[in-house]
């Protein structure tokens, strides 16, 4: 037997931060940035909390150190909230993720309500049971998972994003394409996740361009907004795969940034997992005719499977010259001679990452080398 269900209820639409008013909560710990406060993004959840006492916690970086954590778990404690709220990207969401399940753990607390209001369409970490905090000292990321990381509430609103730059657009997009394609083959996908992460894919193929290219494009903005919460409710409850396992480990280890990380080694996943090298193969794996489905959705697809395959990769390849992304670590700045002597432990790393697990094809050391092989 298999179950969905979904935990989080979801507010979305132009005036989506509007539900914040109904709150019955009287403490509320928020969770965000430095760069919410000083562009005073944040006045607009606070202006939702009239007559409710509230403190800001601003100490968040990207790649949330587990040091930061400590330091909110320490004010959380003393502030005792009933409610806490993050505002922001997936580093504020995932260091608020944190904060709130150790403060639980530690402190005697009542059950706060956890609701995450994202400023950035690419983690989907406003409706998954995953967080990911950065260990600086070991250069190691470690991916949290707990049910009771789920936010009760995800706020959607297309306001909140319409300000984004470029770059991050084209990152953050790039990495709900890959969560939508990784869950969409995962080995636990079922007819409902497929439902989501097909969606997802498709919208990211059909909107991430114009988003990247004009921030007034509402629409855009908007769709790409959507397209990252059903990637996420996608594959909450399916996982990843090996794009995501070895991204965490170059993350850790060099810094680039997840998004453009994953969109580096997609291509080279997507033919990994396909298995197309044969022109007129007996029989097609379920992984290929899957990227072959997205291809023909988005209407891209092939004379057969193989042809529809090749086409969704050119056409992610064309996506990041649109956006003039990297599409190699060589053209991220990273050196040859370091990232060979580091690959051992990217590898070891990526097999020893929870989202593995759920790869459609078995992965060996020897493949991983050969996917880094390929991307730089």
């Known amino acids: 037997m298999e179950e969905f269900k979904i935990q989080t209820a979801v507010c979305f639409g132009a005036d989506a931060l509007n539900c914040l008013k109904s709150l019955t909560a009287t403490r509320i710990f928020i969770v965000t940035d430095p760069f919410m406060v000083e562009s005073k993004m944040v006045d607009r959840i606070t202006e939702q909390l009239k007559e409710k006492e509230y403190r800001i916690f601003s100490n968040v970086v990207p790649d949330p150190p587990l040091e930061l954590v400590v330091e909110g778990v320490k004010e959380v404690m003393a502030y005792k909230p009933d409610t806490l709220i993050a505002l922001g990207g997936g580093s504020a969401i995932d260091e608020a993720k944190a904060i709130m399940h150790f403060s639980k753990q530690i402190g005697d607390l009542p059950d706060m309500e956890f609701i995450a209001v994202p400023t950035t369409s690419g983690t989907g970490s406003e409706v998954t049971s995953f967080a990911v905090i950065t260990d600086k000292g070991k250069g190691v990321k470690y991916p949290l998972v707990d049910k009771s990381l789920l936010p009760d509430i995800a706020v959607l609103d297309p306001g909140l994003v319409k300000s984004l730059p470029p770059s991050i657009v084209a990152d953050t997009g790039m990495d709900v394409l890959t969560h939508a394609l990784e869950a969409y083959v995962s080995t636990k996908a079922n007819a409902f996740t497929d439902a989501l992460a097909e969606k997802a894919a498709v919208t990211v193929l059909k909107y991430l361009v114009k988003s990247y290219e004009s921030p007034v494009d509402m629409e855009a903005r908007e769709q790409m907004h959507y397209a990252s919460c059903m990637a996420g409710l996608a594959f909450d409850m399916t996982s990843l795969g090996v794009n995501h396992a070895i991204a965490h480990n170059i993350g850790g280890k060099f810094g680039v940034a997840h998004g453009r990380t994953n969109a580096i080694l997609l291509p080279y996943v997507i033919a990994y997992n396909a298995q197309i090298q044969d022109y007129n193969p007996k029989e097609y794996k379920t992984a290929a005719k899957k990227y072959a489905a997205i291809a023909s959705l988005y209407g891209v697809g092939g004379v057969n499977v193989r042809s529809a395959v090749k086409n969704l990769i050119h056409q992610i390849q064309k996506m990041q010259k649109l956006m003039k992304m990297p599409v190699s670590f060589k053209e991220c700045g990273l050196k ?41």
Do not use: S, Y
Not at 353 to 364: K, L, S
């Open 336 to 376: 040859p001679d370091e990232f060979h002597k580091a690959e051992d432990q990217i590898a070891d790393g990526a097999l020893a990452d929870g989202c593995i697990a759920t790869n459609p094809r078995v992965v060996t050391k020897k493949d991983i080398l050969d996917i880094l092989k390929q991307a730089l």
